[in-house]
């Protein structure tokens, strides 16, 4: 195996796994994480969901875009070389890197809701009931955290398929 063959291998591991990686932890998210909120009162739901939002922040983007620079690597280079399906990393690239304008176009509203509601919670001292007294339909904390689970688990396809993607380019 030539070391520049090594190269590529090495990258397509690494796409694959940290494509494999954000999408889990973006479902996870969804679908463990979320859920055990709808339990807290909604001060303090808005709270640990801002504590799971943060640390998100931290980890997707840079994952994003590491994973996206690799697989549009992968395509650039291995198209020079001609061969089939290097195209699909292409578009595996555009996929993981999908959830930055999904993230700001899709669900900006919600997380800025949420954002507030947990702002508004640290200047609190009263009761569920109170804090979610006259909220329009939609607009309750779990009404919202219903909303950020349900995007944010669309948003988690994204990065899954890229690993399908670069592993159909991969394999081909």
Do not use: C, H
Not at 17 to 24: D, E, H, N, P, R
Not at 39 to 54: E, G, I, T
Request: glycine residues 6%; charged residues 15%.
């Amino acid at each position: 195996m030539s070391s520049e063959s090594a190269q590529i291998r090495v990258l397509q591991a690494i796409g694959l796994t940290t494509s494999a990686f954000l999408g889990g932890a973006v479902l996870a998210m969804s679908y463990a994480a979320i859920p055990p909120l709808y339990s807290a009162p909604s001060p303090l739901s808005a709270k640990q969901w801002r504590v799971l939002y943060r640390r998100g922040v931290v980890v997707a983007p840079p994952f994003a875009a590491l994973t996206s620079a690799i697989f549009g690597y992968l395509s650039y280079t291995l198209k020079q070389t001609s061969r089939p399906n290097a195209e699909f990393y292409g578009l595996a690239a555009a996929s993981v890197i999908g959830i930055v304008p999904y993230t700001l176009l899709v669900m900006k509203g919600t997380n800025d809701k949420l954002m507030a509601r947990a702002v508004e919670a640290e200047k609190l001292d009263v009761t569920d009931k109170v804090t979610q007294a006259g909220m329009p339909k939609g607009e309750s904390t779990n009404e919202l955290l219903d909303r950020w689970a349900f995007y944010n688990a669309i948003r988690g396809v994204f990065p899954l398929m890229a690993t399908a993607l670069g592993m159909w380019a991969t394999l081909a």
